[in-house]
Nanobody, 125 residues
Framework: QLQLVESGGGLVQPGGSLTLSCAAS????????IGWFRQVPGKEREAVSC????????HYSGSARGRFIMSSNVANSTAYLHIDSLKPEDTAVYYC??????????????????WGQGTQVTVSS
């Protein structure tokens, strides 16, 4: 079955770091675009980063650039999102998503049809 499962969220103090994981089943990561998105209650789900299927290039949103590092491991079908210097405004549910279409750009939630259940990240003292 095609499935994405996020993990690694939790309560973190400001300035801390964490790494989120997205385990993919039934998906060859090198043929899919994989993205990370986040959502705060009452706000739109926003793009964080993604890897485009066409060329494997990393893309970061303006808000994520500098403190977020996305990577993927094709062998174990897992994508990662490492976040440094966490801030309270990073608090959100973080989702991973996948899209099989051949694309060079992927920072758009409308392009993705397969989503994980999300993992909560809370940054607080």
């Amino acid at each position: 079955q095609l499935q994405l499962v996020e993990s690694g969220g939790g309560l973190v103090q400001p300035g801390g770091s964490l790494t989120l994981s997205c385990a993919a089943s039934g998906i060859a990561l090198d043929y899919w675009s994989i993205g990370w998105f986040r959502q705060v209650p009452g706000k739109e789900r926003e793009a964080v980063s993604c890897i485009s299927s066409a060329d494997g290039k990393l893309h970061y949103s303006g808000s994520a650039r500098g403190r977020f590092i996305m990577s993927s491991n094709v062998a174990n079908s897992t994508a990662y999102l490492h976040i440094d210097s966490l801030k309270p405004e990073d608090t959100a549910v973080y989702y991973c998503a996948a899209d099989r279409a051949f694309r060079y750009y992927c920072l758009d939630r409308g392009l993705f049809g397969l989503w994980g259940q999300g993992t909560q990240v809370t940054v607080s003292s």
